[in-house]
């Protein structure tokens, strides 16, 4: 059984991280994918992964909260204390949408 996180992101966008809810650490074989897409075509451009091999927990995710975008009446922003910042730099860049069924679900037998 997988646990997954799913998350999309425009492609040329700025976001340097993705929040991550950190329910997903305490599942077995939790992961994220996330897909790229054209905001022009909705074309799917890329898959990234973040997790382990089938049966792994997830791995660690930082330690840093993840913030409200808009402030109270005070313009403070509150912490969202069950979400973590993940760096998109820690996703790994799947080449073909098939490859994201073996990194799910391990490579298929022949």
Not at 7 to 14: L, T
Not at 82 to 109: Q, Y
Request: charged share 30%.
């Amino acid at each position: 059984m997988r646990h997954i996180q799913l998350k999309a992101s425009i492609v040329g966008g700025k976001a340097r991280h993705v929040p991550i809810h950190t329910a997903l650490a305490a599942k077995p074989s939790g992961c994220v994918v996330r897909m790229r897409y054209d905001p022009g075509t909705l074309d799917i451009t890329g898959w990234e992964w973040f997790g382990a091999e089938p049966g792994e927990p997830l791995p660690d995710l930082s330690d840093r909260v993840v913030r409200h975008t808009k402030g109270d009446s005070e313009g403070r922003k509150g912490e969202r204390p069950h979400l973590r910042e993940l760096k998109i730099s820690r996703f790994e860049k799947i080449a073909i949408p098939a490859a994201v069924l073996d990194r799910l679900f391990g490579p298929a037998l022949n």
